[in-house]
């Protein structure tokens, strides 16, 4: 107890069995291969370093319900590898089995690899380990494979299980480590696999580390949490330098997330680093908060000029991937074509230059030409620190193509120096067309082009582009200035950067120039909805979002008006800042024009306030008014008149003040009429003239005395001297 040195070398030992052959039920576990030299069984050598838990030659074994914990292989004279299993030319299934804290033992860089299982096959026969609800956790290998080393002639086939938190303590492949060669083909196949928390010490892939001819295809598998020291801290491949084969890369449905490349002084790809000779799928992929101490927080992808790889991203998200370098999410270099498809970049940090996106080096001058393209993608939110360069999200140089940049919708992405959206920088051979997009709300601190800045010898090709300043409006389809409308520019909403309905970015791009790119939006509807293709990452259609949002409107409870005042808003207010509409019950008093009360007499009525809705918020309660509109006030002033004592009493008129709209005494519905206290016998004086009588219905009328003043009776100065002389008694 307590002392391995006198363990068996191996626990169990399977050479040449049948299909039939199956372990149920058992934990292997104390087996110690630190043996010199070979046993032999059934004629076949058995290395004696090599497989302390299990050792498997040319087999044909399945293992059930089984605990493979605690053993140990090492490296003497010469190198030992695979701890817990040792297989040879064998086809091993496993079910139901946990392969753990088992380790690998060298004092050099020989041997030591595959602390859990150690794999290989022959030109023959070769080596496939299939597994199944099965975890390798915890396991160490003092180089290379921490939790499996597949050597030539090796396939790997894992479903529903877990390889983590192992460890390569002095190499690369935390978790899995694969080297084949031209003609010895690799496979690695995942589907519902968890890789988390494997780590290296001193290499590359904290996850895994693939090289030259291994191909991997991953369905619905999630890198978390895994370390390296140096490249690739979730997935590492090494390709091929011969110009043969690619290395096969399919990724469907995978998840990379928060992987850490970060070493002293390195650290680059903290979720993907790709070199030499590949071909790379990924469809779906989600790749969230990974960082990258020296570059690249997410993807590293470079290839070689003379046989370029290919990358190909349909569909997917970088979110808050960081680096205090360059390229938070991508770096694309030398010798390596890409295709980008439906995918957001958001939130995405560069301490340097290229918030999101570094496009470097992709070509050079002497060919080939490269298919480099970024369409219907979002780039939100992203920075760039760098007091030199910028590009808050894409940056593009030295290519010797023309990447194209294809229905995208840059927003809020921010540069400290040049670029808030865009840098297109370098020599003469750098070029970009942008074709059908949005770059509308982003910044520069201290710097130049808040959406796109170009270096004087670099060449941008702009059309049918929305954009902040970059360009001449109405040149080529170019429009400036202008507010693309988004129905959200909410981070966490489901319309974020949508189009809203009559956004002047509809039907505004150029069918012909979608020659490249996938025919499906952002959102995974038609690429064209209306015949013309809109600028941006999403194409607006009607109905195309479900309200969500309640809403509601303030209105005054009562409203008092006086007949003759100006149309006026009723002051309705809605909680969505969206506008609100009016109506009227009683169009005999008020009516609605152009948006306000128009009063059409005095009276009363009801105004109700209404909100529709949009594609975010949902139609509001009404609300409602009373409107109250007082007559007006009118004035009727008799006028002043006189007259002669004894002669008749004469006709009266009047004054009006205070008809409105333009009325006169016509719309009295009864004329006034004026009486004194005057007769044509009264004496000499001053009489009051009154009105009364007068109605109108939008009119308070009231009335003003005037005054009839009688004067004497003019004499004739001759009559009356000839009177006196003829006359001596009165």
Same mark, same amino acid.
């Given at each position: 107890?307590?002392?391995?040195?006198?363990? @068996?070398?191996?626990?169990?030992?399977?050479?040449?069995?049948?299909?039939?052959?199956?372990?149920?039920?058992?934990?292997?576990?104390?087996?110690?291969?630190?043996?010199?030299?070979?046993?032999? $069984? *059934?004629?076949?050598?058995?290395?004696?370093?090599?497989?302390?838990?299990?050792?498997?030659?040319?087999?044909?074994?399945?293992? %059930?319900?089984?605990?493979?914990?605690?053993?140990?292989?090492?490296? #003497?004279?010469?190198?030992?590898?695979?701890?817990?299993?040792?297989?040879?030319?064998?086809?091993?299934?496993?079910?139901?089995?946990? &392969?753990?804290?088992?380790?690998?033992?060298?004092?050099?860089?020989?041997?030591?690899?595959?602390?859990?299982?150690?794999?290989?096959? +022959?030109?023959?026969?070769?080596?496939?380990?299939?597994?199944?609800?099965?975890?390798?956790?915890? =396991?160490?290998?003092?180089?290379?494979?921490?939790?499996?080393?597949?050597?030539?002639? %090796?396939?790997?086939?894992?479903?529903?299980? +877990?390889?983590?938190?192992?460890?390569?303590?002095?190499?690369?492949?935390?978790?899995?480590?694969?080297?084949?060669?031209?003609?010895?083909?690799?496979?690695?196949?995942?589907?519902?696999?968890?890789?988390?928390?494997?780590?290296?010490?001193?290499?590359?892939?904290?996850?895994?580390?693939?090289?030259?001819?291994?191909?991997?295809?991953?369905?619905?598998?999630?890198?978390?949490?895994?370390?390296?020291?140096?490249?690739?801290?979730?997935?590492?491949?090494?390709?091929?330098?011969?110009?043969?084969?690619?290395?096969?890369?399919?990724?469907?449905?995978?998840?990379?997330?928060?992987?850490?490349?970060?070493?002293?002084?390195?650290? #680059?790809?903290?979720?993907?680093?790709?070199?030499?000779?590949?071909? @790379?799928?990924?469809? *779906?992929? /989600?790749?969230?908060?990974?960082?990258?101490?020296?570059?690249?927080?997410?993807?590293?992808?470079?290839?070689?000029?003379?046989?370029?790889?290919?990358?190909?991203?349909?569909?997917?998200? !970088?979110?808050?991937?960081?680096?205090?370098?360059?390229? @938070?999410?991508?770096?694309?270099?030398?010798?390596?074509?890409?295709?980008?498809?439906?995918?957001?970049?958001?939130?995405? %940090?560069?301490?340097?230059?290229?918030?999101?996106?570094?496009?470097?080096?992709?070509?050079?001058?002497?060919?080939? $030409?490269?298919?480099?393209?970024?369409?219907?993608?979002? !780039?939100?939110?992203?920075?760039?620190?760098?007091?030199?360069?910028?590009?808050?999200?894409?940056?593009?140089?030295?290519?010797?193509?023309?990447?194209?940049?294809?229905?995208?919708?840059?927003?809020?992405?921010?540069?400290?120096?040049?670029?808030?959206?865009?840098?297109?920088?370098?020599?003469?051979?750098?070029?970009?067309?942008?074709?059908?997009?949005?770059?509308?709300?982003?910044?520069?601190?201290?710097?130049?082009?808040?959406?796109?800045?170009?270096?004087?010898?670099?060449?941008?090709?702009?059309?049918?582009?929305?954009?902040?300043?970059?360009?001449?409006?109405?040149?080529?389809?170019? &429009?400036?200035?202008?507010?693309?409308?988004?129905?959200?520019?909410?981070?966490?909403?489901?319309? !974020?950067? /949508?189009?809203?309905?009559?956004?002047?970015? &509809?039907?505004?791009?150029?069918?012909?120039?979608?020659?490249?790119?996938?025919?499906?939006?952002?959102?995974? =509807?038609?690429?064209?909805?209306?015949?013309?293709?809109?600028?941006?990452?999403?194409?607006?259609?009607?109905?195309?979002?479900?309200?969500?949002?309640?809403?509601?409107?303030?209105?005054?409870?009562?409203?008092?008006?006086?007949?003759?005042?100006?149309?006026?808003?009723?002051?309705? #207010?809605?909680?969505?800042?969206?506008?609100?509409?009016?109506?009227?019950?009683?169009?005999?008093?008020?009516?609605?024009?152009?948006?306000?009360?128009?009063?059409?007499?005095?009276?009363?009525?009801?105004?109700?306030?209404?909100?529709?809705?949009?594609?975010?918020?949902?139609?509001?309660?009404?609300?409602?008014?009373?409107?109250?509109?007082? /007559?007006?006030?009118?004035?009727?002033?008799?006028?002043?008149?006189?007259?002669?004592?004894?002669?008749?009493?004469?006709?009266?008129?009047?004054?009006?003040?205070?008809?409105?709209?333009?009325?006169?005494?016509?719309?009295?519905?009864?004329?006034?009429?004026?009486?004194?206290?005057?007769?044509?016998?009264?004496? &000499?004086? *001053?009489?009051?003239?009154?009105?009364?009588?007068?109605?109108? @219905?939008?009119?308070?009328?009231?009335?003003?005395?005037?005054?009839?003043?009688?004067?004497?009776?003019?004499?004739?100065?001759?009559?009356?001297?000839?009177?006196?002389?003829?006359?001596?008694?009165?």
């Amino acid at each position: 107890i307590n002392d391995a040195t006198d363990n @068996a070398y191996h626990v169990v030992l399977s050479v040449y069995n049948t299909a039939s052959t199956l372990l149920d039920g058992f934990t292997i576990t104390g087996g110690n291969a630190n043996g010199e030299g070979f046993s032999a $069984v *059934n004629g076949k050598s058995i290395l004696r370093n090599s497989g302390g838990g299990i050792h498997t030659r040319g087999s044909k074994t399945s293992f %059930s319900n089984i605990i493979i914990k605690g053993n140990s292989s090492a490296t #003497t004279s010469t190198p030992g590898f695979g701890g817990g299993v040792y297989s040879y030319a064998s086809q091993l299934q496993f079910q139901d089995a946990r &392969i753990t804290e088992n380790s690998t033992v060298s004092t050099s860089g020989t041997g030591a690899g595959g602390g859990g299982i150690y794999m290989e096959g +022959n030109s023959d026969t070769a080596s496939t380990v299939t597994l199944t609800r099965c975890d390798i956790t915890f =396991n160490t290998s003092r180089n290379l494979g921490g939790g499996i080393y597949m050597g030539v002639y %090796s396939t790997v086939t894992m479903k529903d299980g +877990n390889i983590a938190d192992n460890k390569g303590t002095n190499s690369s492949g935390g978790g899995v480590f694969s080297r084949s060669v031209n003609g010895a083909d690799n496979h690695l196949i995942l589907e519902r696999v968890n890789v988390s928390r494997n780590e290296t010490l001193t290499g590359s892939g904290g996850g895994m580390m693939l090289s030259y001819y291994t191909h991997s295809t991953f369905t619905d598998v999630v890198f978390s949490e895994n370390k390296c020291i140096s490249s690739g801290a979730g997935y590492y491949l090494q390709g091929n330098t011969d110009d043969q084969i690619l290395a096969q890369i399919r990724m469907t449905n995978v998840e990379f997330r928060k992987n850490q490349a970060n070493g002293p002084g390195s650290g #680059t790809g903290g979720a993907v680093y790709l070199q030499g000779n590949w071909d @790379a799928e990924f469809t *779906n992929v /989600k790749v969230i908060e990974n960082y990258g101490n020296v570059a690249a927080g997410a993807f590293t992808i470079g290839g070689r000029n003379n046989k370029p790889s290919n990358m190909v991203i349909n569909g997917g998200s !970088f979110i808050s991937n960081r680096t205090p370098q360059f390229g @938070a999410a991508i770096i694309i270099s030398t010798g390596a074509s890409y295709q980008i498809d439906r995918v957001d970049f958001s939130n995405n %940090s560069a301490g340097a230059h290229a918030g999101a996106v570094w496009a470097s080096g992709t070509g050079t001058a002497s060919g080939p $030409v490269l298919n480099c393209i970024i369409s219907n993608s979002r !780039f939100a939110n992203n920075e760039s620190g760098s007091q030199n360069l910028g590009a808050g999200a894409l940056y593009i140089t030295t290519t010797y193509n023309t990447p194209v940049i294809l229905n995208c919708t840059f927003y809020n992405n921010k540069a400290q120096k040049d670029g808030g959206a865009i840098y297109v920088g370098g020599t003469v051979n750098t070029k970009a067309a942008i074709h059908n997009c949005i770059i509308y709300g982003n910044s520069v601190v201290n710097g130049n082009g808040a959406d796109i800045y170009k270096n004087t010898d670099a060449m941008v090709e702009l059309k049918n582009t929305l954009t902040q300043v970059y360009g001449s409006n109405g040149v080529d389809g170019v &429009i400036t200035g202008v507010d693309p409308q988004f129905l959200s520019t909410d981070i966490n909403s489901n319309n !974020f950067l /949508k189009l809203m309905s009559g956004s002047p970015a &509809i039907n505004k791009g150029d069918n012909l120039l979608l020659t490249q790119g996938g025919s499906l939006d952002l959102g995974g =509807n038609a690429r064209i909805a209306n015949g013309i293709v809109d600028m941006g990452a999403f194409e607006y259609f009607s109905g195309q979002s479900t309200p969500t949002e309640s809403q509601s409107i303030d209105i005054a409870a009562a409203i008092t008006k006086t007949y003759g005042e100006a149309d006026f808003d009723p002051g309705a #207010t809605a909680s969505s800042g969206l506008p609100v509409y009016y109506t009227s019950n009683n169009t005999n008093v008020a009516t609605i024009e152009n948006g306000k009360v128009k009063i059409r007499a005095a009276g009363t009525a009801t105004i109700r306030a209404w909100q529709p809705g949009n594609d975010i918020y949902k139609a509001a309660p009404d609300v409602t008014t009373s409107l109250t509109v007082n /007559k007006a006030p009118l004035l009727i002033k008799a006028n002043d008149a006189s007259m002669v004592q004894q002669q008749a009493i004469p006709a009266f008129t009047a004054t009006y003040s205070g008809f409105v709209n333009g009325e006169t005494s016509a719309v009295l519905s009864g004329q006034p009429v004026f009486s004194t206290t005057a007769t044509v016998s009264s004496p &000499i004086g *001053n009489y009051p003239i009154t009105g009364s009588g007068a109605a109108a @219905a939008n009119y308070e009328i009231s009335y003003s005395d005037g005054t009839l003043t009688i004067q004497p009776i003019a004499v004739d100065n001759a009559t009356l001297e000839a009177w006196f002389s003829n006359n001596t008694t009165l």
